[in-house]
């Protein structure tokens, strides 16, 4: 409950649907609701309804009646024993909440006039508000607490005590043990106000930690009992049944967002576990090994120490390898806080630094605000209500007092006063979260001014008109950002800075996007650019300093071209430092040739596509029919919700396939028009899916153009044309069959991309695991050059020209931070712009199996920037260099290679 305090800030756009108003207006008249803020020290009425209204340990209501409805609310009965038990959910069914049924002592007269107001009163914000309070903390109100003396200022300082218990884990300590949240959702943000007032009203509960058994005991359910020691085990399903039900409801969230539904969970007892735990123990006594294990031991604190070093043994040695590390530890005690509170202030050994550069703020540019409706898209849809809207000024088509004339006079002569500032220069844009950028351009109505090759500023015409360029981009603003930028006389043409990229020769240069953004001049603050220290360029060091003893690199001679290396000796000499490097792998270049031969030819094998015409006469649809099925279609089941079904192997709209089974293929015949082709395989599905449901196809077939079907008319009887006698039964047998089809475990990937099907992928795996284990002897190669190098990376290179890779390429790890550990080989099996997909040799911690296409930890999709090519090589040593490595490797090898396909068992 404390990460929904920080994660779930209820709105009123969170309260449940209204549908039986009468109680909520009985509620709310005895709530004062106040809309504007209150002043310190005022005073909020409890939010309860009578005693009598609400069932409780002494006045209990008889059990309601339970009715299947679509809502954001639970089921729930009453209780003896509580103010509400919990539970209640059937299985395979959202039930709406039982009505608490009135009190034989409640007023008549305001339940006879409270139909006729619910009919007449309209759904005020006061009124929301009073519902969201009812619904979701009175009704909802866990064991212990009095439903009838909740307030909302308890609320809010309750969930202020949990902010700031928050705050103190993380930054001072912990304030208490035993704390909880005891609400299932937040108050509305417009009731958080004065919180001084309720910091000064939070009182601290210390208290010791449960001991692990203990602490087991309140976390566990019931099916996870055997984590427990066997005299501990029956107590969930006897003294603590009732904090572990077998069913129970949520409030639902009303977008149907599964993630954000509450479970209504009893909250746990603590005394109640130390008693069941002590009633236990005391019958079964517990073991000496489970009392060592249930004790609370010492805490310790883990720190840096440059100076001393340890090995640190691997729990998982076939995934992650012994480490060397430098640290230390001591005990420590940092519980309870000294002061019981989070106090506001910096942590010991912190210090107050100016925020850096790139540090959001508005205060950068002259603004004020308002409220309007501008259709802001937070979330991709605009929304229909008012948002807090940034207003900015500054703009000169702004001044009144200028004429036509003289603004567009002086539009071009500030136009050319920021060229010639700016251009080629960097600025800082995306006003209030401010970015480096490249200036390429400055334009206003007459044209736009731009560097020629001989860094002169000219003016060219411009490539879109200025009415329709101002407008978007005053829409985009607007709509994306929630600023008004006010009239727009002058646009700057910039390249956002993307980040910091490597180069052969050791320098760190910074990066731009390769598209432009139009951003307005008023956006652009006034100060100086301070620069980032952590995106400083770095100048190429020193030839002599590049390389140095100890350190790993790559070594770029033909032989072993591509292998890691160590340098195990430096030495100066009158044409430049030389090495004596260890290769750490010595895989023979040809091995890697071979295999990577090998898989570009399993890449090369052409899966056979169909056009969706010829097969829509060999299953008998039609065309559109195969269209609609092998993507989604939407299914209306009732009460407003749909399902998607389809085979899914294919997203038109969204530019997606899965890679195998479908692809997008431009028509030769227009250049602005694609359609779909499908491989053997989708068509065997579609085979099957004809076998299995031809009430589907022939329903699809009856109307194939709806947008979404009905379900009792999505299936029928082919002969009849009559709905299906059971079409729920229907739709649940094909989701099952869809979600056992191979195709449905598979990623979906961007038409425009290159990938292997899994098939294919696992033919890869089974020639790497060919490839032979490289020897234990070192091979030392004497007196290497800088050109025969290669550093490790921090970032990656700077990739321009993606032609290079190909399906098959082997390729190795350069970096030294990254997930992939460095000097790591595999083979591309997926190409995505400047992305690549890998299927590496060996497997490592942070290695995925691609989607289910390669084997678990040993799949990962890495920039280009960070591999080295070892089949399209390139980094050339010069010829005369390259002699010279070729002579080296013969000196420093003990005997001749096999040949590389007999070593691969290729031949």
């Known amino acids: 409950h404390v990460g929904l305090l920080i994660i779930k800030m209820a709105t009123v756009d969170d309260v449940p649907p209204l549908e039986d108003m009468s109680e909520v207006l009985q509620f709310q008249s005895r709530l004062q609701v106040q809309s504007q803020p209150r002043t310190k020290g005022a005073t909020v009425e409890s939010v309860a309804t009578p005693s009598s209204a609400l069932p409780s340990s002494s006045n209990k209501a008889p059990e309601s009646e339970k009715q299947e409805e679509k809502s954001s609310k639970v089921t729930t009965q009453t209780s003896s024993n509580s103010s509400k038990a919990f539970g209640g959910l059937k299985k395979g069914f959202l039930s709406g909440p039982s009505k608490p049924a009135a009190s034989p002592t409640s007023a008549p007269a305001a339940a006879a006039a409270a139909p006729t107001a619910a009919a007449s009163t309209p759904i005020s914000p006061e009124l929301l508000k009073a519902y969201y309070y009812k619904r979701l903390f009175v009704d909802f109100a866990p064991p212990g607490l009095d439903a009838g003396t909740i307030s909302i200022r308890d609320v809010c300082r309750i969930y202020l005590q949990g902010l700031t218990w928050v705050m103190a884990y993380y930054f001072q300590g912990l304030a208490s043990w035993s704390w909880c949240f005891p609400y299932f959702c937040a108050p509305l943000p417009s009731d958080l106000v004065d919180l001084d007032v309720l910091y000064g009203q939070i009182a601290v509960e210390f208290s010791a930690p449960l001991l692990p058994f203990q602490q087991l005991l309140a976390v566990l359910p019931r099916s996870s009992a055997a984590l427990l020691p066997p005299a501990l085990q029956p107590l969930l399903t006897t003294d603590l049944a009732r904090f572990c039900p077998l069913e129970y409801g949520f409030i639902l969230d009303k977008h149907k967002r599964g993630w954000r539904d509450i479970a209504i969970i009893p909250f746990i007892d603590e005394a109640a576990v130390h008693a069941a735990y002590s009633k236990a123990v005391q019958a079964t006594p517990l073991s000496d090994t489970e009392m060592q294990r249930n004790t609370l031991s010492t805490s310790h604190l883990f720190a840096r120490t440059p100076d001393t070093a340890q090995k640190l043994v691997s729990p998982l040695p076939s995934r992650l390898p012994d480490r060397t590390v430098h640290v230390g530890h001591k005990p420590f005690s940092p519980w309870p806080l000294p002061e019981g509170l989070f106090r506001l202030r910096l942590c010991d050994g912190c210090h107050v630094v100016p925020p850096p550069a790139s540090f959001p703020s508005l205060k950068m540019l002259k603004y004020s605000h308002r409220l309007a409706a501008i259709g802001a898209r937070p979330f991709q849809t605009p929304s229909r209500s008012e948002s807090l809207v940034i207003q900015l000024s500054g703009s000169v088509i702004e001044d009144p007092t200028m004429t036509a004339a003289g603004r567009a006079e002086e539009l071009q002569r500030r136009s050319l006063e920021l060229a010639t500032r700016y251009l080629n220069k960097l600025i800082m844009v995306d006003y209030p979260y401010p970015v480096e950028a490249k200036v390429t351009g400055v334009a206003d109505e007459s044209g736009v001014w731009r560097l020629s090759k001989k860094n002169n500023a000219n003016k060219v015409s411009l490539p879109k008109p200025w009415a329709s360029t101002v407008e978007s981009t005053r829409t985009w603003y607007q709509t994306e950002r929630g600023i008004d930028v006010g009239p727009i006389g002058i646009l700057l043409d910039v390249r956002l800075f993307t980040g910091m990229a490597a180069t052969t020769d050791g320098r760190l240069v910074k990066q731009f996007a390769d598209s432009a953004m139009l951003i307005p001049a008023q956006t652009v603050p006034a100060i100086a650019l301070r620069p980032d220290a952590r995106f400083a360029e770095v100048a190429a060091p020193a030839a002599k300093d590049r390389f140095y003893k100890g350190m790993k690199a790559i070594y770029l001679g033909s032989k072993y071209y591509g292998e890691p290396c160590l340098i195990a000796a430096k030495r100066m000499t009158d044409e430049g430092p030389q090495y004596d490097v260890q290769i750490l792998q010595a895989h023979d270049a040809r091995q890697e040739s071979a295999l990577a031969d090998r898989s570009m030819s399993s890449a090369g094998i052409r899966e056979s596509y169909t056009k969706a015409n010829l097969i829509a006469e060999d299953i008998g649809v039609t065309a559109l029919t195969i269209a609609r099925i092998t993507g989604t279609i939407s299914v209306d089941i009732g009460e407003g919700i749909t399902l998607e079904a389809g085979l899914a192997v294919k997203y038109a709209r969204k530019g997606l396939m899965v890679a195998g089974y479908a692809r997008r293929v431009e028509d030769p015949r227009r250049s602005d028009s694609t359609y779909w082709e499908f491989s053997a395989k989708t068509i065997e599905l579609l085979r099957q899916l004809k076998a299995n ?180 090589r390139q980094y050339v040593v010069n010829p005369a260099a390259k002699r010279e490595s070729a002579k080296k490797e013969q000196q420093g090898k003990k005997s001749a290679p096999r040949n590389a396909f007999e070593l691969l068992d290729l031949a």
């Open 693 to 872: 449901f031809p009430d589907l196809l022939h329903g699809l077939d009856a109307d194939p153009n709806k947008d979404v079907y009905p379900l009792d008319k999505l299936f029928l009887n082919k002969d009849t044309g009559t709905p299906v006698a059971d079409p729920a039964a229907r739709l649940q047998a094909l989701l099952v069959w869809l979600r056992a089809s191979p195709a449905a475990a598979l990623p979906l990937t961007p038409c425009g991309s290159k990938a292997l099907s899994a098939h294919l992928v696992q033919s890869i795996e089974e020639l790497q695991q060919r490839l032979p284990v490289a020897g234990t002897d070192t091979l030392t190669i004497r007196n290497v050059t800088n050109d025969e190098l290669f550093s490790p990376l921090s970032v990656d290179v700077h990739v321009e020209d993606m032609t290079v890779w190909q399906l098959g390429n082997r390729v190795i790890s350069l970096r030294t931070n990254g997930s992939v550990p460095f000097g790591l080989k595999g083979t591309i099996v997926g190409l995505f712009q400047q992305k690549i997909e890998v299927a590496f040799d060996h497997p490592f911690l942070a290695g995925s199996n691609l989607g289910g296409r390669c084997h678990d930890f040993r799949g990962f999709t890495v920039s280009a920037g960070s591999l080295l090519n070892l089949t399209m």
